[in-house]
């Protein structure tokens, strides 16, 4: 089984809608980062959440973690083509080990 | 901003030779991760290291991975004998501490024939 499940695995939004991304864990999440990557390329970081609770945002983005520290969603607020890629979230699973999700492949139609 | 830097882009080699993967981490970085996402599929952790010895290793990272910190500066990847089922792009990453994020290289990808 996943480590964290991704919801959903693929998305396809009309340019200006927006959208949500999920990313579940069965363990509690010592810290959850959310990850851009473009297809074929590196990993662009994208947000940061350690605490139960905490949401932050950046340009259009928001990133929230639930108080039992074990779900995070992304909101994306009036998307644009440049939001098209594929999103992970990333956890520390205790010790050393940062696991991703499947990743959610994100289309942005115009 | 400071970047890591991996070594080759694109590395081709035959099944059953050996490979090694370069990367720079950022100077100042004690913590140190190899990842591969075989096409189309998911970013795999294989292994991280700290304080010259491996942390945690994922069981993909069998006897044919080793990981080596040779001068300092240097993090490398050895595949002693390759399978074609290597061929997957690697990525390199590290960072300060543990509650911080990672910086990712951008990879090697690595194609077996």
């Known amino acids: 089984s996943q480590e964290l499940e991704q919801s959903p695995q693929s998305l396809i939004v009309q340019e200006g809608k927006n959208l949500t991304i999920n990313c579940t864990s069965s363990?509690?999440?010592?810290?959850l980062y959310w990850y851009k990557q473009k297809y074929g390329e590196g990993l662009i970081f994208l947000m940061m959440l350690q605490k139960g609770g905490e949401e932050k945002s950046h340009e259009k983005i928001t990133a929230k973690l639930d108080e039992k520290k074990q779900q995070s969603s992304l909101h994306i607020t009036a998307s644009q083509p440049s939001h098209a890629g594929i999103y992970l979230c990333?956890?520390?699973?205790?010790?050393?080990?940062?696991?991703f999700g499947q990743g959610t492949r994100l289309t942005i139609n115009p | 901003e400071p970047e890591v830097t991996q070594t080759p882009s694109h590395q081709v080699t035959q099944m059953g030779q050996e490979v090694i993967l370069r990367c720079v981490p950022i100077?100042?970085?004690?913590?140190f991760y190899w990842y591969r996402q075989i096409l189309g599929q998911k970013v795999e952790f294989l292994v991280s290291?700290?304080?010259?010895?491996?942390?945690?290793k994922s069981e993909i990272f069998d006897d044919q991975f080793s990981v080596e910190r040779p001068d300092g500066s240097n993090f490398t990847l050895k595949i002693r004998s390759t399978k074609l089922e290597d061929s997957a792009m690697y990525f390199c990453?590290?960072?300060?501490?543990?509650?911080?994020?990672?910086?990712f290289g951008s990879g090697t990808q690595l194609s077996v024939l």
């Open positions: 100077s100042n970085h004690l913590y």
């Open positions: 990333g956890a520390d699973l205790g010790a050393q080990k940062l696991v």
């Open positions: 990453a590290s960072r300060p501490n543990r509650d911080e994020k990672l910086f």
């Open positions: 363990k509690t999440l010592y810290g």
């Open positions: 290291f700290y304080n010259n010895e491996i942390s945690e």
